[in-house]
């Protein structure tokens, strides 16, 4: 059974760096693109970025570009997704969703399994 | 970026309406959309990809349409488990998501 599950909730203050992580079992993990998707309190969901486990290959959004950091320790099967220095605007659920092999785009795919989320909260 | 426009933002209907939600793109994406469904505290749930294939587990009565610019998800027949949020998703570049359509009574 493919399962992705992520760590728990966190509070931090404004300023202070995090690391919050989603384990994958039940497949092979170096073979499947991880995605990242932000939901902001009460919003929808905003695609952050992806990134191939086997050669640590990261792709951002635009919107993300430079303000997070993706990254793996495939020999654990985990991704993670990290802030260097966190602001209440990044107070949100976040989502690790593995791509899909199949009927995808030269760049991109349909996430077909998630992570339960990780809560994040940012307050001073 | 592509910009995905879902309509309507909410909707409300009763068990056993066919409901039917639309999802523009801002440019052509080919047939590279998802559809997922969301309920209250859970992770989003894969219904349809690549415009109208239904994933494995997906009751019948959802079905999805389109290509290009316009895709649709339709309900054949609203069931009580089917009142939750709904989302389009492109992935011809880079990926985002439409603002969500909230499915209620």
């Known amino acids: 059974e493919v399962q992705l599950v992520q760590s728990g909730a966190e509070v931090k203050k404004p300023g202070e760096s995090l690391k919050i992580s989603c384990k994958g079992s039940g497949y092979t993990f170096t073979n499947y693109w991880i995605g990242w998707v932000r939901q902001m309190p009460g919003k929808g969901l905003e695609y952050m970025g992806s990134i191939w486990p086997s050669d640590s290959d990261a792709r951002y959004s635009p919107s993300f570009q430079g303000q997070v950091t993706l990254s793996v320790d495939k020999s654990i099967t985990t991704a993670y997704l990290q802030w260097s220095s966190l602001k209440a605007s990044d107070t949100a659920i976040y989502y690790c969703?593995?791509?899909?092999?199949?009927?995808?785009?030269?760049?991109?795919?349909?996430?077909?399994?998630w992570g339960q989320g990780t809560l994040v909260t940012v307050s001073s | 970026d592509i910009q995905m426009t879902q309509s309507p933002s909410t909707l409300s209907a009763s068990v056993g309406d066919r409901v039917t939600i639309t999802c523009r793109a801002s440019q052509s994406i080919s047939t590279w959309l998802a559809w997922y469904q969301q309920k209250p505290g859970k992770a989003p749930n894969l219904l349809i990809y690549k415009a109208s294939n239904l994933e494995s587990g997906v009751p019948s009565r959802f079905s999805g349409s389109g290509s290009g610019t316009e895709f649709t998800l339709t309900i054949s027949s609203l069931q009580p488990d089917d009142f939750a949020t709904y989302y389009c998703?492109?992935?011809?570049?880079?990926?985002?998501f439409g603002g969500g359509t909230k499915v209620e009574i």
């Open positions: 969703a593995r791509l899909g092999r199949l009927y995808c785009s030269a760049t991109n795919c349909h996430n077909d399994y």
């Open positions: 998703q492109q992935y011809y570049t880079y990926s985002t």
